[in-house]
């Protein structure tokens, strides 16, 4: 058991969670490697073997711009969301790298006050561990093919 | 605090999610002892101490017919379930054996995409540990007495 | 990576649900230190810094309190709660003391069997690390303003 490797990679997770549930969401692309990339499917779409993501962004620019134009935007509707991670399974793939595949469960609180079940799912990630754990790409893999129109926060 | 066993025994819950929720039935039972057990009960009966599960297996034998059954049976809906597992709590029992107490929420999504809370409640585990952790009994704590009648896939 | 820190806080943590959760609520007081205080708020009190919680409790005897007169009273409605936790970041603040950020989300389960999801939020805690871990100080930021008028059980 590489308890290390198990704990610190469970901190990124945390780390990734409350970055976004506390609306510091310019501190989210700091999480990814340089070029890591993040993808958005669906479990239907992942078991097809179709490459369509929900949303696709490579490379930290990229995911700077998501969050820029998310400032940007005009989002109707102010929600915050609350992130659940558990089942953390980590297997070492080599000196530098890791695989991680945790359930997510994602709460939506909108302004009114509703708290509803957003979304469930799976984290497949690759992570590089030096200097520090970083994604090198995290798939987020959606149960349901449902998308809120709204989808605009990273999950 | 005995890190290893904490770890490993989170592992063994973790894989135990990840099987159910990929839907790896057959792997199932590979998680218990050969003679493992496995009962679902409710909050309500383990109160009164009422030994009236609503499902029960015992042995590696029984848990794969159970799977066998439903890979058979006629499931109108299909659905998959999303499993969180949380504020696990180990014990060491003795040298080769552990006892677990965790807390648990099952997702469930509907073909149409309809993703609802379908049960709560704790897993009381008697784990043996060696040569890795299996389930020597799970015991499945449902907090709901109200039981869908498709009660089909193992909690 | 404080292996053993990590650890102890989470393990703080898991008891803190199981206490609730099996009504156990005269266990609750004994996981703060002697003055321990417990605070009830909302992101948005919070968020402006707004000194207005929606309950207070300082010091174990009025947490002891608050469980005698939760015993005593006429709740209507038995409800029973589950509580997950999640993304658990602990930082050791000094050699006897760490702060942890956890998600939590509470379920409720009503007496005729209706599950729901009752309140999501953060836990903020200063934590007295010996002679064994010990809540100096639990904020419960809860993200609905939202709340029960039945707000009985501690979150």
Redesign the interface.
């Known amino acids: 058991?590489e308890?290390?490797l198990?704990?610190?990679v469970e901190?990124l997770?945390?780390?990734y969670?409350?970055a976004l549930?506390a609306d510091r969401l310019e501190d989210w692309p700091q999480l990814f490697t340089e070029n890591g990339s993040y993808r958005i499917t669906t479990?239907e779409n992942e078991a097809r073997g179709l490459p369509l993501p929900v949303l696709y962004a490579e490379g930290r620019p990229m995911l700077r711009d998501r969050v820029a134009s998310l400032r940007h935007a005009n989002i109707y509707e102010p929600q915050?969301y609350?992130?659940?991670?558990?089942?953390?399974?980590v297997e070492r793939l080599d000196e530098g790298t890791a695989r991680s595949?945790a359930?997510f469960?994602v709460?939506r609180?909108m302004e009114?006050?509703?708290?509803?079940?957003f979304?469930?799912?799976?984290y497949v990630d690759r992570i590089a561990l030096a200097p520090e754990p970083r994604y090198a790409e995290r798939v987020v893999i959606c149960?349901?093919?449902?998308f809120d129109t709204l989808l605009a926060i990273p999950l």
């Open positions: 058991m308890v290390n198990q704990l610190s901190r997770h945390a780390r969670a409350h549930d479990a915050r609350r992130h659940m991670v558990s089942a953390v399974v595949v359930n469960l709460i609180i009114g006050g509703d708290t509803l079940l979304s469930s799912g799976r149960d349901s093919r449902r």
